[in-house]
Structures are given as structure tokens and as C-alpha cells.
């Protein structure tokens, strides 16, 4: 294989009450990338469409992301990387995971596949770690592996797809204002009391067990954050309206996307998250901030394959 096209889906991380360990993949909004080997040694970034982000290797996440699984491979080769950004950078649904993960999987297939899907994520993680300070997984999980995933621990890194009920969607809006993970990290406290502990411990249970029951009751009980909401709320304008509304409207849950400022809802069918879709659409309107909306299926598979030659 000489090059390849791929699907790299935009994601949403911490799930309400699973922050920095659980994460689901989207299927109706992502980047496209596309690798090639050449004969120039190393990693080039030759194009970016989209967005205004470096195209030196080592100051983009796909950069960083490929070299780090190409320090672990035997190739004396070169590969150049084409980038046509569709996630806005500072989202809240995963571009600079997307980025890293579609390079750590275009180049494990043009070498071979030498690393399966889960091998694949500690190397997109180093993606993240340029992009927010810190190297997480919850992003770039669910975008190689697809579906909802828990990473059950860092150290050792141990990450598990979870079961995907067939009718559950996700609406997402992403006011047109951009917080940057690093920024949104500062202002979280750096301890929890016991008892927030037990309530988010409780509520992350009962999502998992929710999500392989596929009791949607469950799932919708078990959408809760007392930990991180309430503090990162502050930084989405209408926050508090446009989870009323949706909640109003039949959404299982509401919460933030990532770091923000993209606001998602899951919601049982299609149905009821286009419902959510115009009950969020109404919410926002009278905010005065542009916005977009997307509802998607849950994406089962995770980076596609578009094109290989």
C-alpha cells in the first residue's frame, strides 16, 4: 500500500460523569486526512485544509503522533500527511484527537499494521499531550476503537470498548467560541470531597452498566457531573438554558462536550435527538452567538477507510 484516505470522527470525552476516562465516537461529523509514503525520510505535514494550524511536524498533534509510532518501527521511508480539518480546533468534540489518532492509524496501515487499534492509542495520546499539556485518552480511544470507551487506568494504560445500545444518538451544538483544554483545566479544583466521589463513582456504574443492559432509564439517571459542570459551565454562554431545553425536549442527558464549549444530549432515536436538535436551535438563538448543530449515530467503528491505493 502506498496511501490511504481516512474518516477521523469527532468525538465526545468525559460523558458527563466519566471525566478523562470515558468517550464515545461520532459518526456524522470528522476530519479527513490522507498519508502517502514517499521517498523523502521522516514525517511532512504538506497540506492543511480547514483550519490555520502548523504544518511543522513537530508543532501538529499528527505530526508528534507519527513520530512517535514511527520511533518504535523500522522504516527507513518517509510519509507526507494532507489534513482537511472539518472540527474546528478548541470544539469540544475531539479535532486535536482526530488529528492525532487518524496519523497513528494511516501510518500503522501503511506499514503494515505492525500495532492493533488499542496499541494504536498511547501513540495518538502524545498527540494530545502537545495539544492540552496532558497526554488523555479519552478522545482518541473512542476515534480508533469507535463506540463508547473506559479507560480503566493510565498507568498502565488499559482501555476497554464498551457495549452501544442501537438507538441511542447524540446532539451536539458548538457555540462558535473557542476554550482551549489547557485554559479549561486550570480552573478545576485540584481534590474533590468524598462524598461528590462517591455520587460520580455511582453515576459512572450505572452509565457502564446502563450502556450494556441498554436500560435507557439507567443511562439517563447516571448522566450526571457534580464535579466538573459546575465549574465549566461558567465558560458556555446559555448553558444552563440549553440543557433545560433539551432535558424539556426528551434528551436522556445533557452535559459538555470535552472542555467545551460544544454542549451534547443523548438522546433513544433519531427521532427525538433531531427534537433535541430544535430545542437546542431555539435555546440558542436568542443568545446572540453563532452556533452549529449535529446529531449523529453512534460511530461503532471508529476511523474509516475511505480510500487506499
Known amino acids: 500500500m502506498e496511501g490511504v484516505r481516512i474518516f477521523c470522527p469527532a468525538t465526545i470525552a468525559n460523558i458527563s ?49 507519527a513520530l512517535a509510532l514511527l520511533g518504535e518501527c523500522d522504516f527507513s521511508g518517509g510519509i507526507e500527511i494532507e489534513i482537511e480539518k472539518k472540527i474546528k480546533p478548541g470544539s469540544g468534540i475531539g ?13 500503522n496501515l501503511l506499514l503494515g499494521n505492525p500495532f492493533n487499534r488499542h496499541q494504536l492509542v498511547r501513540f495518538a495520546m502524545q498527540g494530545e499531550k502537545l495539544a492540552s499539556g496532558v497526554a488523555h485518552a479519552d478522545n482518541v480511544a473512542p476515534a480508533l476503537l469507535g463506540g463508547f470507551t473506559l479507560v480503566r487506568s493510565y498507568d498502565p494504560l488499559d482501555v476497554i470498548k464498551l ?12 457555540p462558535q467560541i473557542e476554550v482551549k483544554t489547557a485554559d479549561s483545566r486550570k480552573i478545576l479544583k485540584t481534590g474533590i470531597s468524598l462524598k461528590d466521589g462517591i455520587r460520580q463513582w455511582g453515576n459512572v456504574g450505572g452509565l457502564i452498566a446502563g450502556l450494556y443492559t441498554e436500560d435507557y432509564d439507567l443511562i439517563s439517571r447516571s448522566l450526571e457531573d457534580h464535579i466538573v459542570e459546575p465549574i465549566r459551565s461558567m ?10 431545553a433539551a ?16 454542549v451534547f444530549a443523548l438522546s433513544k432515536g433519531s427521532a427525538k435527538a433531531r427534537e433535541v436538535a430544535d430545542a437546542f436551535r431555539s435555546a440558542y438563538s436568542v443568545v446572540g452567538v453563532p452556533f452549529e448543530i449535529h446529531v449523529s449515530k453512534i460511530n461503532q467503528e471508529g476511523i474509516k477507510v475511505l480510500e487506499q491505493w
Request: net charge negative; hydrophobic share 40%.
Open 247 to 262: 432535558v424539556k425536549a426528551g434528551a436522556l442527558g445533557v452535559g459538555i462536550s470535552g472542555s467545551g464549549p460544544s
Open 163 to 174: 457495549n452501544t445500545p442501537e438507538q441511542l444518538y447524540a446532539t451536539i451544538i458548538h
Open 235 to 244: 465558560l458556555i454562554p446559555g448553558y444552563d438554558d440549553l440543557k433545560g
Open 95 to 107: 479535532s486535536s484527537a482526530a488529528s492525532a489518532a487518524g496519523a497513528a492509524f494511516g501510518l
Open 17 to 65: 460523569c466519566g471525566f478523562d476516562v470515558l468517550g464515545v465516537a461520532l459518526d456524522s461529523v470528522g476530519d479527513e486526512m490522507t498519508l502517502r509514503k514517499t521517498d523523502t525520510p521522516g514525517i511532512r505535514i504538506t497540506k492543511i485544509i480547514g483550519q490555520e494550524i502548523p504544518l511543522e511536524t513537530e508543532q501538529n498533534v499528527a505530526g508528534v503522533a
